[in-house]
């Protein structure tokens, strides 16, 4: 999975490890993050591998797949989870700040899910974690952010049909605010965040860890091509 070390991406992969899985993960900056995340999994009595790599570096992403799965012998699933963003008013934007947004967000799921096909065989799952402002842009200031996980529900329904006949699925996850050190519930902009979803509160890592190992375990069998919102009712 890419973005393993922290915040939904180390909850999903302790959340696999617990249900079965030898896990590769990648990150970026925080190697000791990673190093524990992968210690852990490994007092579950799993394999695991943390590969450093920048979503935004095409080669690295396409290498960290190929690493994983010469690691393992195989690759089962696929877990796109690394992001990035960029909020503010769409007049200030950067040119660089649309490059990176679109190479982590866009780019990168692109690639490693056509890097993964290279190993998968029927069964394969790939889920993508895209975001709620896919579906609902509540605030301003969020246009380059939600063009790029807007973009990931193309990627899913297109891979969805295409891999359907080898028996693979692809699926899309739109959390809503989540708990982690990246967007805390206790940090500048969260009472106005809470206050969008209709259960008025944050969701946690492992809400969205839930329903990644539903969709990579046999629950998941019969889905594909859908994007599922775990976002309090962020979208309702």
């Known amino acids: 999975m890419t ?25 970026q900056h925080s190697a000791e993050r990673a190093t524990e995340v992968v210690d852990r999994i490994k007092a579950l009595g799993r ?63 692109f690639l490693t899910s056509q890097a993964a096909l290279r190993h998968m065989s029927e069964g394969g799952r790939i889920v993508t974690i895209g975001s709620c402002m896919a579906e ?25 049909r295409e891999l359907g006949p080898r028996g693979i699925t692809a699926n899309l996850i739109h959390p809503g605010p989540v708990d982690t050190d990246m967007n805390p519930a206790d940090g500048p902009g969260a009472d106005m965040q809470r206050g969008f979803t209709a259960l008025g509160r944050y969701g946690q890592p492992s809400d969205i860890a839930a329903t990644v190992a539903h969709l990579a375990g046999d629950g998941g069998r019969y889905v594909t091509g859908a994007a599922i919102a775990v976002d309090g009712g962020f979208a309702a």
């Open 136 to 160: 609902r842009a509540a605030f301003p200031g969020g246009a380059l952010y939600a063009t790029s996980k807007t973009a990931l529900t193309g990627l899913t329904k297109a891979l969805a």
């Open 47 to 109: 394999r695991a591998l943390a590969v450093r790599a920048d979503s935004a570096d095409a080669a690295a992403v396409r290498d960290a797949v190929d690493q994983a799965a010469a690691e393992f012998g195989r690759l089962d699933i696929l877990v796109n989870n690394a992001g990035t963003g960029a909020i503010g008013p769409v007049g200030d934007v950067s040119l660089e700040d649309v490059d990176r947004v679109l190479s982590v967000n866009v780019r990168a799921p």
């Open 3 to 27: 973005g393993g070390s922290r915040g939904i991406g180390e909850a999903v992969a302790l959340r696999l490890a617990e249900d079965g899985a030898d896990v590769a993960l990648t990150y």
